[in-house]
């Protein structure tokens, strides 16, 4: 069964740090790319983060520079670094794949950025 586990979330201050961690099962993590979305209250889903098989990663405006992506594939994992945490990073983040033409989605995990 293919599935993905995220983790890692919680209430962190403006300029504190949290890591995400997305667990992959099911599947063989170095032949897929990952990406990391969120979402946000009466916002649309949106992508922040991905990063290939090969490794490159790439980022949306608003948070390059503060995030980073990475793998350990030998631990079936993806990992997404925040720093410089924004209270306009408070959403539900996701991490998530195309796995045999479907997108295969984690279960979510908050992050709130509040004082």
């Known amino acids: 069964q293919v599935q993905l586990v995220e983790s890692g979330g919680g209430l962190v201050q403006p300029g504190g740090s949290l890591r995400l961690s997305c667990a992959v099962s099911?599947?063989?993590?170095?032949?897929?790319?990952i990406g990391w979305f969120r979402q946000a209250p009466g916002k649309k889903r949106e992508l922040v983060a991905s990063i290939t098989p090969g490794a490159t990663s790439d980022y949306v405006d608003s948070v390059r520079g503060r995030f980073s992506v990475s793998r350990d594939n030998a631990r079936n994992m993806v990992y997404l670094q925040m720093n410089s945490l924004k209270f306009e990073d408070t959403a539900v983040y996701y991490c998530a794949t195309v796995y045999s033409g479907n997108w295969i989605w984690g279960q979510g995990t908050q992050v709130t950025v509040s004082l």
């Open positions: 099911g599947f063989t993590l170095e032949y897929y790319a």
